[in-house]
């Protein structure tokens, strides 16, 4: 099958890679650019382990083909902490004891972000709507959905 060379940027750093048309976002991420920390789940987009940040906005990276991310900014768990530094969702998620098992963890630190960086002031009401789009086997949400609430709270402050 014929490749198509494309350029992505991940957490600030660029990837040339070259790529099947059939490749997902996901997979490209994963196999071709070493950020192992976005995870296939369902791969139909129902479960959100996958969610990554599309110029600022969260996408399931298994329903969309790497070549449509052709020059996109991507952001990935990986590059919410800075060195040693845990981003405060990442910090809010240990404190308040927020995964279990950690496999959709990522994807809703990511979808998270997307949100409360578009709307730091969201209502209680709209982050549990946002939120329920990810799904999670082991925690029954509440620990996350305090933990989102606490880390929200850290970034309105600075």
């Not at 996350?144 to 600075?158: D, L, N, Y």
């Amino acid at each position: 099958m014929e490749k198509h060379d494309i350029k992505l940027t991940i957490n600030g750093k660029v990837y040339d890679v070259s790529v099947e048309p059939r490749r997902t976002l996901v997979d490209v991420i994963r196999d071709q650019c070493g950020q192992t920390g976005t995870h296939s789940g369902c791969e139909h987009g129902v479960c959100g382990a996958c969610t990554v940040l599309l110029d600022g906005d969260p996408v399931r990276s298994c329903l969309m083909f790497g070549v449509q991310a052709n020059g996109k900014e991507i952001r990935t768990v990986e590059g919410l902490a800075e060195g040693k530094n845990l981003h405060p969702l990442q910090q809010a998620f240990t404190d308040n004891h927020a995964l279990q098992c950690g496999y959709c963890t990522p994807g809703f630190l990511m979808l998270a972000a997307g949100v409360l960086e578009k709307n730091p002031d969201i209502s209680d009401e709209e982050l549990v709507d946002a939120l329920s789009s990810n799904l999670c086997r082991c925690t029954g949400y509440a620990n996350i959905i305090t933990a989102v609430k606490a880390a929200a709270e850290q970034m309105r402050a600075g």
